[in-house]
């Protein structure tokens, strides 16, 4: 994990599924526990739905607050 990871827990769009659209950091419990025990997809998207769902499930999402408030730098920055 890179600390922007935590970053991107909060920015990204689950890009699929029942909830696409919804930001990761954003995903019930249930929907990333399913993740866990039929498998993550492959790439980026799985790592962070593996990552969010372990901070999940240790109840530790609050840490992700305030990187939600956070002022985004412009992608090309």
């Known amino acids: 994990m ?3 990871d935590l970053e991107l ?3 990204r769009e689950m890009p699929f599924g029942k909830y696409k659209g919804r930001i990761i950091a954003d995903l019930p419990g249930h929907y990333l526990n399913w993740f866990a025990r039929e498998g993550f ?3 980026q998207i799985g ?3 593996a990552l969010m769902q372990e901070i999940d499930h240790n109840g530790l999402s609050a840490l992700l607050e ?3 408030n956070k002022p985004r730098r412009p992608a090309n920055s």
């Open 47 to 49: 790592q962070l739905l």
């Open 66 to 68: 305030p990187l939600r």
């Open 41 to 43: 997809p492959s790439g």
């Open 9 to 11: 827990l909060v920015s």
């Open 2 to 4: 890179k600390p922007e």
